[in-house]
DNA sequence: GTCTTATCAGGT
DNA sequence: CCTGATAAGACG
């Protein structure tokens, strides 16, 4: 008997059901179903059976009541989500214009899959078999080989009949369905190898040694217990060769429970705050208000500011997050945050497997730990009582999604401290244009840090002008004062840092002479090169120039595309100096994840005296053995096709300098550029902010971007390069249509579809749509794109939405 | 996502 | 008038 209803999302990924469905609550379920409790339902004219997830209960309900099926059974035993964070994800959903199911999934970890939990097995194989039509003796066939997961049987076995055959089979007392309602909370066991006698030699092992023996022998005495899969793909060995061993007792094989406390951590002793430091965690915790901008100076010691507003949360009972960029997420960070907290902490990153990722998501779940440290998507951490949420360098790009959903962390984190009435603090030397907008609009509460701790000085930045470096006769990508500095530090045994833009991205043109680049008329960006047809574009608009001969600007026909390669740059500063260490880190040398960390490691020991890289050396690279830092090339940046560059290029300087000088030697900065006169630049060099975000705000309002218009961008991308245009202009038409009104009203622009600027990637073509629109019309545009975009799928055809999400 | 129904060309 | 292929529509 039903007595109430249960609105419902149900897991699946497609557009058409992606929609809020009804369904019946029976008597029998009605003390246990609760909002955020995953729900078994019946869907579609078949029995089909999937899950669901319950986000909201009422009374009655509003469709018709003969349509409505009950639902079967409630899964979960408390929560998987809880009732304010379903608010958040429907929030989401809207201002991201993405599906259910996209928000859905960062919420749950795929670990918990329903079906993992539902397991078929055969139970009587006597003569009730006889009878069996062709499919049904199919797929028994695959479970008489054993319990098998439903989620595994349905990749087995792809047949559309799967539910209702295995409905008939069931009602033939063949096979059994097994439902685990719990979830399986047990964690894993790890196998630890080591020595069974480390004291032992070498030479007393009683075995035929082969290179392979003797290599675990050595790797184990060098360094104790290891891991088993660490141990065989460190030395690139199978494993039978060291269960071999254990087999003849001279290696001892443990089962550990996975992630056992590692708390042999020295916990730090708690450094005592200054001024600046203290009126920021007052301000923080006692303040009415939710958000707050922590905008200190590089080294004014922000990372205790967090761990002290941490700490004080941990008091009250109640968790925090703490997000950090992707990059920094390595040892080192995860480290001081366990020496400062012991093991009350969880960890998310991209390196973990589904596993791992599952085993943190307890650990938050079950509130073993107060803390959560992670890339942008540990803001959906299952946390209970929430404390603060804190977002540490907070102009990173890394904080808007690439994959659909495309939220950007810090709207979500202030939505967040409205739902969940958490406190949010953005820390960064450097803050966005979008923050400080909101801190003009007073929408966030500023806390200024001015110095430095340990009054450490900021370091002397000189700025180099290419152009007489060229007109000197030298046309390499490093500068005489550049050089000259170099060679001062290593003659003092001090660290070098070179810095090259992130490589290779479409070039942009520019005179050589005079530093002009050419910029589109109406965006104020960039425009690439492009060499089919010799011309110039700006991938915004999609205007298009001729491609110039002579300098607009001064005349000159050194015209050049730009684009150092980083690997060149290696070679001329090997060549420069031949006897120190050089080292290059980029994305291309980084191919696997521990080498990020070896040259970390590496450079911090001393072993590396110049180190070149691209903006992932900016990052929380803190060495005061650092003196010289050169930035070989500003103008890559400040001239990439983005309306952005500036702003980026403003944070990457002032970040840049805030490598050098960490300790008691005072550090040099060396920005090399065809532009000097450039405000950006001179800004950067002379740390004023105000300057900067001034000047840059005049552009945006003039040129009508970001923060002042939202801009929206729809991808559509197919390996189908004639379906992916016809497609794009059919939308497009339809889109136009509708919005006429809008357009006329000047509350919105709409760009022609045009080719991405990178058009084919990985064997699929990319057409993009920009529009430009403001905030009062935005909710109305959505709503249209919402029913041209999203309401059904198209064959091969994937389409990406972006609000204000300006890297693509 | 999966199934059902509608539609249309082509064949018997 | 049946048949198979394909597109459109519904599912609570």
């Not at 980083?566 to 031949?578: A, D, G, N, R």
């Not at 050169?630 to 103008?635: I, Y």
């Not at 529009?771 to 019309?777: C, L, P, T, W």
């Amino acid at each position: 008997m039903i007595k109430s209803y249960a609105k419902v999302i149900l897991n699946n990924n497609s557009k058409s059901t992606d929609q809020i469905y009804t369904y019946g609550i029976d008597e029998e379920l009605e003390n246990r179903i609760q909002v955020g409790k995953r729900v078994k339902v019946n869907f579609g004219k078949n029995k089909h059976i999937i899950d669901a997830v319950v986000i909201s209960i009422s009374a009655n309900c509003d469709i018709s009541k003969n349509r409505i099926k009950p639902i079967i059974e409630i899964i979960d035993d408390e929560p998987i989500i809880k009732e304010e964070m379903i608010r958040l994800c429907l929030w989401i959903r809207e201002r991201y214009v993405c599906k259910f199911s996209d928000v859905i999934r960062l919420m749950v970890p795929s670990m918990i899959k329903y079906e993992h939990n539902i397991f078929v097995k055969v139970v009587d194989t006597g003569f009730c078999e006889i009878g069996l039509n062709r499919k049904e003796n199919e797929l028994l066939e695959i479970i008489k080989k054993g319990k098998i997961e439903l989620g595994k049987l349905k990749k087995n076995y792809l047949n559309n009949d799967l539910y209702s055959l295995l409905d008939s089979l069931k009602e033939k007392n063949i096979i059994e369905i097994e439902n685990k309602e719990k979830l399986n909370y047990k964690r894993s066991y790890e196998k630890i190898i080591s020595l069974k006698d480390s004291n032992k030699n070498l030479e007393q092992y009683n075995i035929n040694k082969t290179q392979n023996q003797i290599n675990i022998l050595n790797y184990l005495k060098e360094f104790g217990k290891v891991n088993i899969k660490k141990l065989v793909s460190d030395l690139s060995i199978s494993a039978s060769v060291v269960n071999n061993l254990i087999k003849k007792d001279i290696l001892l094989c443990e089962s550990v429970l996975y992630d056992i406390d590692e708390s042999n951590f020295e916990l730090e002793h708690k450094i005592t705050l200054n001024k600046e430091q203290q009126n920021a965690v007052d301000k923080v915790i006692n303040q009415d208000d939710k958000v707050f901008l922590l905008h200190g100076v590089t080294g004014s010691g922000k990372t205790e500011v967090y761990m002290e507003i941490i700490e004080h949360y941990q008091k009250e009972n109640k968790q925090s997050i703490m997000l950090v960029p992707e990059i920094s997420l390595t040892t080192q960070t995860i480290e001081r945050f366990k020496k400062r907290f012991g093991n009350k902490i969880a960890v998310f990153h991209s390196r973990l497997s589904k596993k791992e990722k599952y085993i943190e998501w307890n650990k938050v779940y079950n509130k073993e730990v107060y803390i959560v440290v992670g890339a942008r998507s540990a803001l959906f951490a299952p946390i209970r009582d929430i404390g603060a949420i804190i977002i540490d360098e907070e102009h990173e790009d890394s904080y808007k999604s690439s994959t659909s959903p495309k939220y950007d962390a810090i709207e979500v984190a202030i939505k967040m401290s409205s739902i969940l009435n958490a406190k949010v603090v953005l820390g960064t030397a450097t803050p966005s244009l979008s923050t400080y907008h909101m801190v003009m609009k007073g929408q966030i509460e500023l806390i200024e840090m001015k110095n430095r701790v340990k009054n450490a000085i900021m370091p002397q930045i000189d700025i180099v002008d290419m152009s007489e470096e060229l007109n000197k006769g030298n046309n390499t990508i490093i500068s005489e004062l550049l050089y000259r500095n170099i060679k001062k530090s290593l003659e003092k045994k001090e660290q070098v840092i070179l810095f090259l833009n992130k490589r290779g991205y479409s070039g942009f043109v520019s005179c050589k002479k005079c530093g002009h680049a050419i910029r589109c008329d109406k965006c104020d960006v960039s425009m690439t090169y492009h060499v089919k047809g010799n011309m110039l574009r700006c991938h915004y608009c999609g205007r298009t120039k001729k491609m110039i001969i002579k300098c607009p600007k001064c005349g000159s026909e050194k015209i050049e595309q730009f684009g150092a390669g980083t690997q060149h740059v290696e070679i001329l500063v090997k060549h420069l100096f031949p006897n120190a260490v050089t080292e290059r880190m980029d994305v291309d040398s980084m191919s696997n994840k521990d080498s990020y960390e070896k040259i970390y490691n590496n450079f911090k020991g001393g072993k590396i005296d110049i180190l070149i890289g691209t903006q992932m050396l900016a990052k929380g690279f803190d060495f005061p053995e650092v003196t010289t830092v050169g930035v070989l090339s500003a103008d890559a940046i400040l001239n990439l096709p983005f309306y952005n560059a500036s702003e980026k290029t403003f944070q990457l300087l002032t970040q840049v300098s805030g490598r050098a000088g960490r300790g008691d030697k005072r550090g040099r900065v060396f920005i090399q550029t065809f532009e000097p006169q450039n405000y950006i630049i001179n800004a950067a060099k002379n740390n004023d902010y105000n300057l900067f975000i001034n000047e840059e705000m005049k552009l945006r309002k003039e040129f009508a971007f970001p923060p002042f218009v939202n801009i929206i961008n729809i991808c559509m991308i197919s390996v189908n390069e004639e379906k992916v245009i016809e497609t794009a202009l059919q939308k497009y038409n339809e889109l136009s249509d509708s919005v006429q009104e809008m357009v006329q009203e000047r509350k919105l622009l709409l760009y022609k579809p045009i080719p991405h600027a990178i058009y084919k990637v990985n064997n699929e073509y990319r057409i993009n749509l920009f529009i430009k629109v403001s905030n009062y019309a935005l909710g109305s545009l959505k709503k249209i794109i919402r029913a041209i975009y999203m309401e059904k799928d198209i064959e091969n055809i994937k389409i990406s939405i972006n609000i204000n999400t300006d890297t693509i």
